[in-house]
Nanobody, 119 residues
Framework: QVQLVESGGGLVQAGGSLRLSCAAS????????MGWYRQAPGKQRELVADITPGGSANYADSVQGRFTISRDNAKNTVFLQMNSLKSEDTAVYYC?????????????WGQGTQVTVSS
């Protein structure tokens, strides 16, 4: 089992910055993808960004150039630096770890952290 603990959410004015952190513990396979998703009220959960252990990152078009994902493999921690925040970034942000076992993938989710951007 994998446990994910997120931190760093909060209230910020438009144009401001926040940094989210997610620490993973438990049964972490050596090949995994860590990422951030978000869900705004009335909308489906969507990918924000994810990153492989080698540092290859993938971003949603809506955050490209504003958000940066990174990870510390030694500490099984993933970060999301969010700059130039907009009101439309307001959502609950969830951390996800995907253990990439041979032939199957197992996903684990964090509890979520609220990010609110005031305009």
């Amino acid at each position: 089992q994998v446990q994910l603990v997120e931190s760093g959410g909060g209230l910020v004015q438009a144009g401001g910055s926040l940094r989210l952190s997610c620490a993973a513990s438990g049964s972490i396979f050596r090949i995994n993808v860590m990422g951030w998703y978000r869900q705004a009220p009335g909308k489906q959960r969507e990918l924000v960004a994810d990153i492989t252990p080698g540092g290859s990152a993938n971003y949603a078009d809506s955050v490209q150039g504003r958000f940066t994902i990174s990870r510390d493999n030694a500490k099984n921690t993933v970060f999301l630096q969010m700059n130039s925040l907009k009101s439309e970034d307001t959502a609950v942000y969830y951390c996800k770890l995907s253990n990439m076992y041979p032939g199957t993938v197992r996903d684990s989710w964090g509890q979520g952290t609220q990010v609110t951007v005031s305009s």
